[in-house]
């Protein structure tokens, strides 16, 4: 992709450069309306990390995969990765490679639930990288 392309990418609702803070609410209210497979890659890092959160606060990972399906999981997998959360990116790895017992799947949402090894200063940074 040409520069001007991915900077084209990154721009919000026709709107030019802004800052982290404002891309990253704007990334989450598109993604409300349009969902997850719809966005630019930045945004759906984003919104893929809120979606996991929000779910597996709600009514656990289960729910996020029936809602997703498990078609989904490289993609949140890679939202994690990509903004440092390394633990929470290797147990979906290992959920996406191997059938989960029940124990895992509550390790895996606890790890969701508790922001294992990243804030939202580690999602501002990410995105601040990038546009």
């Known amino acids: 992709?040409?520069?001007?392309?991915?900077?084209?990418?990154?721009?919000?609702?026709?709107?030019?450069?802004?800052?982290?803070?404002?891309?990253?609410?704007?990334a989450l209210v598109i993604g409300q309306?349009?969902?997850?497979?719809?966005?630019?890659?930045v945004q759906q890092v984003i919104f893929a990390v809120s979606e996991?959160?929000?779910?597996?606060?709600?009514?656990?990972?289960?729910?996020?995969?029936?809602?997703?399906?498990?078609?989904?999981l490289p993609l949140f997998e890679r939202a994690y990765?990509?903004?440092?959360a390394?633990?929470?990116?290797?147990?979906l790895k290992r959920l996406i490679m191997f059938p989960a017992s029940e124990e895992f799947l509550e390790r895996v949402n606890s790890l969701i639930t508790e922001r294992r090894g990243y804030g939202y200063e580690s999602i501002r940074a990410y995105v601040a990288a990038r546009i």
């Open 1 to 26: 992709m040409s520069a001007g392309a991915n900077r084209n990418a990154l721009m919000l609702e026709g709107k030019g450069k802004m800052d982290a803070d404002t891309f990253i609410n704007e």
């Open 81 to 84: 990765a990509a903004i440092g």
């Open 52 to 72: 996991a959160e929000v779910t597996c606060d709600m009514d656990g990972i289960d729910s996020l995969i029936e809602h997703y399906g498990a078609e989904s």
């Open 33 to 41: 309306k349009r969902g997850l497979h719809a966005l630019q890659p």
């Open 86 to 91: 390394l633990e929470i990116a290797d147990a």
